[in-house]
């Protein structure tokens, strides 16, 4: 689009089932000139036909692999075609509010800071209950007993769940220490700086990867309350589909949270504190909730329904070992 200074970037999450509703909430919500850029990794049919058609209507660059891809994957597949000074990185199962991409831009174009994080909400009603609205995050260091222990402190200003419209003080515009990569706005020098995102950081963790590569090279991110989004894909969200499910357990698979910790850990060099000792120890609990739980909830008495949810997490966890095996084997990505 003639004289747009941003880049619309929509990458995959987990799901597809919103990608009609967040397209959809884009292009009539968005309120400043824009161009975009579609990353679409094998969806099932009926969307890949759909986000074509939509294309050639809207006339948007549809970038389609045909596998499965993970985020910083499909978000860097769009870096090298951004030609805008800034580019906004969307999910696919993000709502948007009006004026959240003229509100983050004004952001950035009013302090010059690097990244513009917006209030990112959850569930329904959307537009309402916080998710992120501002945060501190750095790496500390504390000596015990002679060894240097590394660990990333983060806190969160406001809880999850609240309503952003009743926070007192209210949500203002200013410095933050981490972004979420629900919604954020980037400038593209930066990104070119930071040379994208890291392909070793495959699942959990990418905000955190994200923000302290940008803090590295001196970027200041911002919180703009102006702009609000939801991501749907939260604990109100539909069921998963049958033909969703083989994405998501790949997504959420314990080799791809593994590896993105282990390498996380590594190029930051962090002690295994216990944030990290617990996110080891819970790899996996979103297949539980979102692919087991919902098979067995009417199963009764309740202590059979238990007895039932730890015998298929077992199972699903032998199988989910190998789903991501085959996957590496074929496409080259989550091997150890």
């Known amino acids: 689009m003639a004289n747009a200074l941003v880049t619309i970037v929509v990458t995959p999450r987990d799901r597809f089932c919103f990608i009609e509703e967040n397209l959809e909430t884009i292009f009539k919500k968005s309120d400043v000139p824009f161009e975009m850029i579609y990353i679409d990794g ?91 609205a501002g945060g501190e995050m750095e790496i500390k260091e504390e000596n015990k007993n002679g060894i240097v222990h590394r660990f990333i ?58 923000s302290l590569n940008v803090k590295k090279v001196g970027g200041e991110i911002y919180m703009e309350p102006k702009a609000i989004v939801t991501f749907m894909g939260h604990f109100t969200a539909p069921p998963l589909e049958s033909w969703e499910e083989e994405y998501y357990r790949l997504r959420w698979s314990d080799t791809w949270e593994y590896n993105s910790l282990t390498h996380l850990s590594k190029k930051w060099n962090l002690t295994e504190d216990r944030d990290l000792k617990k996110r080891f120890n819970n790899l996996g609990w979103r297949r539980r909730v979102f692919v087991i739980k919902p098979k067995i909830r009417n199963v009764k008495p309740r202590v059979v329904r238990r007895l039932l949810e730890e015998i298929m997490v077992r199972l699903e966890k032998m199988e989910n070992k190998k789903l991501a095996k085959d996957f590496a084997a074929k496409y080259g990505q989550g091997k150890k």
């Open 153 to 210: 402190k983060e806190t969160k200003y406001h809880r999850q769940g609240s309503k952003h419209f009743e926070a007192n003080p209210p949500i203002r515009r200013g410095k933050i220490g981490f972004t979420e990569v629900h919604a954020f706005l980037v400038r593209t020098d930066i990104l070119n700086k930071i040379s994208g995102f890291d392909e070793g950081v495959m699942s959990t963790r990418d905000h955190v990867d994200f």
């Open 42 to 132: 094998g969806s099932p049919d009926q969307f890949r036909d759909y986000l074509v058609k939509k294309s050639a209507e809207k006339k948007f660059k549809l970038i389609r692999v045909e596998h499965y891809l993970s985020p910083n994957q499909a978000r860097n597949l769009a870096v090298k075609h951004i030609k805008t000074p800034f580019a906004a990185f969307v999910e696919n199962d993000v709502s948007v509010a009006d004026g959240w991409l003229s509100g983050m831009l004004s952001c950035a174009q009013d302090t010059g800071c690097a990244v513009v994080c917006p209030i990112t909400c959850q569930d329904k009603p959307i537009h309402e209950n916080i998710h992120y």
